[in-house]
């Protein structure tokens, strides 16, 4: 594909002005000019200057929707300045959303499903540790001695490091 194709209704809609798909949809049904793509049999392809010249033709300016002719409202300064603080708003969140990811690919952040797993994994067995425990001191039917209580201490410290280093993969 050269670099005057388009590949798919949203596309399109994108490249115009960043319309609404029902916008090319219509458009579609009023004879715009496309193909359909032989490898599934369903997406369509544009080629864009045939599309903007068919735009053209019928009064629709392809590379701005807000256009009277477009049907799309006149701009007011009021509109003008809403819609700019919209758009920076989308930006900036967009710049942020991409600065995650990059963080994420770099390993600064781990994503929740690798490590919760894990560590469920790990609780678990500190628990059932834990719970071996107080059943062996039932049997006893007496108060814990300090070396029963540092016995515990040492088995939930051990499960903590080794949930730290990993060991529960």
């Known amino acids: 594909m050269n670099d005057d194709t388009i590949r798919g209704d949203r596309k399109l809609a994108t490249a115009a002005d960043g319309r609404h798909r029902s916008a090319v949809m219509d458009w579609i049904g009023s004879g715009c000019p496309h193909t359909i793509c032989q490898d599934d049999n369903k997406t369509r392809i544009y080629q864009l200057p045939e599309v903007i010249e068919w735009c053209a033709n019928r009064g629709i300016d392809f590379y701005n929707k807000k256009n009277p002719a477009?049907?799309?409202?006149?701009?007011?300064?009021?509109?003008?300045?809403?819609?700019?603080?919209?758009?920076?708003?989308?930006?900036?969140?967009?710049?942020?959303?991409?600065?995650?990811?990059?963080?994420?690919?770099?390993?600064k952040y781990i994503h929740v499903d690798s490590w919760m797993p894990k560590y469920e994994r790990g609780l678990q067995e500190m628990k059932s540790h834990i719970?071996?425990?107080?059943?062996?001191?039932?049997?006893f039917n007496r108060k814990m001695t300090a070396a029963e209580e540092l016995e515990i201490d040492k088995i939930i410290t051990a499960g903590f490091n080794r949930m730290a280093e990993g060991e529960f993969e």
């Open 70 to 107: 477009n049907g799309g409202s006149k701009s007011t300064p009021e509109l003008d300045a809403k819609y700019n603080e919209q758009l920076l708003r989308k930006l900036k969140l967009q710049c942020k959303k991409l600065e995650l990811d990059k963080q994420i690919r770099e390993g």
């Open 131 to 139: 719970i071996e425990c107080f059943e062996s001191l039932k049997s």
